[in-house]
């Protein structure tokens, strides 16, 4: 098992920046993916941004040029550096990591952005 605790979440202003971690513990053997999702109120889970194990990531067009994602092998932790905010940016950002097949979730933290 693959426990994943994300942190930096808070308030914001539009304009303003955060920077999030997601921290990884337990059996880590082989990650394949790291993963940023989030989850805006009322809607569903959508994906933000992904690193591979070879280090090419991908961003969702929607926070393309603005989001940079990033990780600490020896600190088992990825980040998600959000630059210029909008207030659309708001939801419960996740974290998500594909070990051998399987897919491992953190619980989230809220990302709120103020107008």
């Known amino acids: 098992q693959v426990q994943l605790v994300e942190s930096g979440g808070g308030l914001v202003q539009a304009g303003g920046s955060l920077r999030l971690s997601c921290a990884a513990s337990?059996?880590?053997?082989?990650?394949?993916?790291q993963s940023w999702y989030r989850q805006a109120p009322g809607k569903q889970r959508e994906f933000v941004a992904v690193?591979?194990?070879?280090?090419?990531?991908n961003y969702s067009d929607s926070v393309k040029g603005r989001f940079t994602i990033s990780r600490d092998n020896a600190k088992n932790t990825v980040y998600l550096q959000m630059n210029s905010l909008k207030p659309e940016d708001t939801g419960v950002y996740y974290c998500k990591v594909l070990q051998r097949g399987m897919n491992y979730w953190g619980k989230g933290t809220l990302v709120t952005v103020s107008s």
């Open positions: 337990g059996r880590i053997v082989s990650i394949n993916l």
């Open positions: 690193i591979a194990s070879g280090g090419v990531t």
